[in-house]
Nanobody, 114 residues
Framework: QVQLVESGGGLVQPGGSLRLSCAAS????????MGWFRQAPGKQRELVAS???????NYADSVKGRFTISRDNAKSTVSLQMNSLKPDDTAVYYC????????WGQGTQVTVSS
């Protein structure tokens, strides 16, 4: 069973940057379109960025131009570079396939606050 481990969250001031990483166990990672999701308190989990196995990317309008998703198939990792962070970006961030096909990891907390 593929396990997902997210890291890199933290507390950052508005306008700051963070880089999240997700490591996946197993060898099937490279076949999936991977995504970063987030869930803010009291809200549903939402997909904010995805990247196909051919590196085609898609972004939610709320993060377009500020977030960049990337992947390293050899290392089975997917990353999310987040710039110009806003308080509305505060959430727990998770990685998974874009169709949420894998067991969810613990996520990593991102808090944007002054």
């Amino acid at each position: 069973q593929v396990q997902l481990v997210e890291s890199g969250g933290g507390l950052v001031q508005p306008g700051g940057s963070l880089r999240l990483s997700c490591a996946a166990s197993g060898n099937i990672f490279r076949f999936y379109t991977m995504g970063w999701f987030r869930q803010a308190p009291g809200k549903q989990r939402e997909l904010v960025a995805s990247i196909s196995n051919t590196h085609r990317t898609n972004y939610a309008d709320s993060v377009k131009g500020r977030f960049t998703i990337s992947r390293d198939n050899a290392k089975s990792t997917v990353s999310l570079q987040m710039n110009s962070l806003k308080p509305d970006d505060t959430a727990v961030y998770y990685c998974n396939t874009d169709r949420s096909q894998l067991q969810w990891g613990q996520g990593t907390q991102v808090t944007v606050s002054s």
